[in-house]
């Protein structure tokens, strides 16, 4: 079984800065993707950032500039540093991951439990 567990949320100024980690645990082969979505009340899940385990990284409009993605694969952790916080950023962030359970298995996804972040004006 993997869990991935979220941390580093909470509330914060319009302007400040935040910075979420998720670890991944369990029965690992081998991670590929790392990434952070976010839901706000009404709205549909969103992906923020993205990160493949060489590293490359993609970023959604809206937080492009702002917010930093990196992973150490050796700690199976993704962060994702927040920074010039606005009120429309407000939401449950959730961490995902696509991984190998085992050197024969397919891939399965996994998501975290969900961190609230809330930027108040």
């Known amino acids: 079984q993997v869990q991935l567990v979220e941390s580093g949320g909470g509330l914060v100024q319009t302007g400040g800065s935040l910075r979420l980690s998720c670890v991944a645990s369990g029965s690992i082969f081998r991670i590929n993707h790392m990434g952070w979505y976010r839901q706000a009340p009404g709205k549909q899940r969103e992906l923020l950032a993205r990160i493949s385990n060489s590293g490359s990284t993609n970023y959604a409009d809206s937080v492009k500039g702002r917010f930093t993605i990196s992973r150490d694969n050796a700690k199976n952790t993704v962060y994702l540093q927040m920074n010039s916080l606005k009120p429309e950023d407000t939401a449950v962030y959730y961490c995902?991951?696509?991984?190998?359970?085992?050197?024969?298995?397919?891939?399965?996804?996994?998501w975290g439990q969900g961190t609230q972040v809330t930027v108040s004006s």
């Open positions: 995902h991951t696509d991984l190998y359970v085992t050197k024969y298995s397919g891939v399965s996804t996994y």
